[in-house]
């Protein structure tokens, strides 16, 4: 079983609903207007469909639609990679909100989903046949994908194939339209490029050369300040009361004295130690103003040097509108547009990518073309014999391939459905039957025949049946029955004979302005068929001929 509940809250004309769904074959029956089509909506709606407010029941502040599903095998792994795994033995809760304004929520077992995420869960959950399947059987992409799906053909890599050639054409076709553009362009980068390398920028130079700059301008200053701390650390100075020993003497008189007085106070031996190490330190940086002077002159020639360069690194910068600093960003930038638009001016490069990109589409279409060969006569005689049974005896399904003059991103050849209704007529594609009730069949019969391609375990029908009466509709419902043996299948209709097979049986109907669903009791379900069979439910007559087919399903005591 896939789908076990559907709960709604102010929904179009349903103001609360809470239905259980049962495995097999279950049919949803009711008078036109009373809203069958309701509960195909609200799981469309909970499986990402287009929400509007209109879906909002007149008056509520919003609509609020809850699925309870089992959890397929093969969703296991999405739930598990997208965060959302469902504990073992637990049922998949999807539930959306849509507001008076038509703003929608969406939660996938009580963690805020998006509806991109409920679409990608739909069709792993729900195969839904619409009451105009008949249309998409015109439409090529649609009739590429039908075929495509019942021989497991996978059109990925053709696809790909094609979006690469494509693209190939499209850049060589730019290139071949703007060849003097991209000359000029090609020009100006060149010559903005030669610019450049007369600085030759390297990264972070220009701080580096600021830095030096800085330093021999200032140099004078810095001669100056090295040579009199040394004369204060290492020289001597004349006052009116003789001659001022230097701060390395001071120093070494500090500590002398107060060696000679330690043995008398020990507090002394720490005050030594410390006058001791300042001393060292005194020593080592009057050395190392010694090593610098020694190899510091001015040196005019460099600040020269230096001048030149940050003034054309100036210069250019005011060019080109750039900071300075960001010269070398900019000159990387113009080679690697350079290279580019040398890329795009190698016109034999891009033939040769345009020669490529065909060989691997080909290749692939050719695949294909190999494969939908040997799907098309399965797929056109699995229909044919689904025809026969559904009014259509003799008629005849054939999947028509036509090679295209020009390839196409779904292949080589052109796909078409064909159809003969009955004996001795010739196939004429689908979009020309002029029968409204024979497209309604052939379109059933492609569903029953496909219905098993999808992993969805809930197939829902929604009035595909229309055009079918008599023993055809019987057929019908006995199709739909086969398949509720493998699958859940719930039917939208309006034929008691489709009805009267169904393992479960739901009626919709209206009271007033509301609309409610309801699984209908044996004796209930006899009343409905009554119903749907155009009699007066109070007649006997009526009655009788609805036990009577309801007890071609079931035993005639269960309906007695």
């Not at 790909?160 to 000359?183: F, G, H, I, P, T």
């Not at 972070?204 to 004369?231: G, V």
């Not at 209709?493 to 097979?501: I, S």
Request: charged residues 20%; negative net charge.
């Amino acid at each position: 079983m896939a789908l076990k509940r559907l709960t709604l809250r102010d929904f179009v004309i349903v103001s609360a609903l809470e239905l259980d769904f049962a495995n097999g074959f279950s049919v949803l029956t009711g008078e036109t207007g009373a809203g069958k089509s309701i509960l195909i909506d609200a799981l469309q709606l909970v499986l990402g469909a287009r929400a509007e407010a209109s879906v909002v029941r007149e008056g509520a502040e919003r609509a609020d639609i809850s699925a309870e599903f089992d959890v397929p095998k093969h969703l296991q792994v999405w739930l598990s990679e997208a965060g959302l795994e469902v504990p073992q033995n637990e049922p998949l809760l999807l539930r959306r909100t849509i507001d008076s304004q038509g703003k929608s929520r969406a939660w996938i077992n009580g963690i805020p989903a998006t509806a991109t995420q409920l679409r990608e869960l739909a069709d792993g959950l729900l195969d839904i046949h619409g009451q105009h399947a008949w249309q998409s059987l015109t439409r090529p992409d649609s009739v590429a994908a039908l075929l495509d799906a019942y021989g497991q053909i996978s059109t990925k890599t053709l696809k790909a194939a094609w979006q690469e050639w494509r693209r190939a054409l499209e850049v060589r076709q730019k290139s071949l339209a703007a060849q003097a553009n991209l000359q000029q362009e090609r020009e100006r980068l060149q010559w903005q490029l030669s610019e450049l390398d007369k600085l030759k920028p390297q990264p972070h130079e220009w701080e580096d050369l600021n830095a030096q700059h800085t330093r021999l301008s200032h140099l004078n200053t810095l001669l100056e300040a090295a040579q009199s701390s040394l004369h204060w650390l290492e020289g001597h100075e004349q006052s009116s009361e003789g001659p001022v020993a230097s701060a390395l003497e001071s120093l070494s008189q500090a500590q002398r004295h107060l060696s000679e007085q330690s043995h008398l106070e020990p507090a002394f031996s720490t005050l030594i130690e410390v006058l001791n190490q300042s001393l060292v330190l005194a020593q080592d940086a009057a050395h190392s103003l010694h090593a610098w002077l020694r190899h510091t002159d001015l040196d005019p020639e460099r600040l020269a040097e230096l001048d030149a360069r940050m003034g054309l690194w100036m210069g250019l910068a005011r060019r080109f509108r750039s900071p300075p600093e960001e010269l070398p960003q900019l000159q990387a930038q113009w080679q690697a547009e350079l290279s580019e638009l040398d890329s795009a001016t190698d016109l034999e490069a891009l033939d040769l990518a345009v020669t490529q990109a065909e060989k691997s589409y080909r290749q692939a279409a050719q695949s294909t073309s190999q494969a939908r060969q040997q799907t098309g006569p399965k797929l056109s005689e699995a229909i044919s014999e689904a025809m026969q049974t559904l009014g259509m005896a003799g008629g005849r399904f054939e999947v028509a391939l036509t090679p295209l003059a020009e390839p196409s991103a779904n292949g080589l050849e052109g796909i078409e459905f064909l159809v003969a209704g009955h004996p001795g007529a010739t196939p004429k594609p689908v979009a020309k039957v002029a029968s409204g009730g024979e497209l309604s069949r052939l379109a059933l019969a492609i569903a029953v025949t496909t219905s098993q391609l999808g992993q969805a375990p809930t197939l829902i029908f929604d009035e595909v049946d229309a055009g079918v009466g008599g023993a055809v509709a019987h057929t019908v419902g006995r199709l739909m029955q086969r398949l509720g043996q493998d699958r859940q299948v719930l039917a939208v209709t309006h034929l008691a004979q489709v009805a009267a097979c169904a393992d479960q049986h739901l009626q919709v109907s209206k009271s007033g302005a509301l609309s409610s669903v309801n699984a209908l009791a044996p004796s209930d379900r006899v009343v409905e068929i009554a119903r749907m069979l155009g009699g007066d439910v109070h007649s006997t007559a009526s009655m009788a001929h609805a036990r009577e087919m309801l007890s071609e399903m079931l035993s005639q005591e269960k309906w007695s």
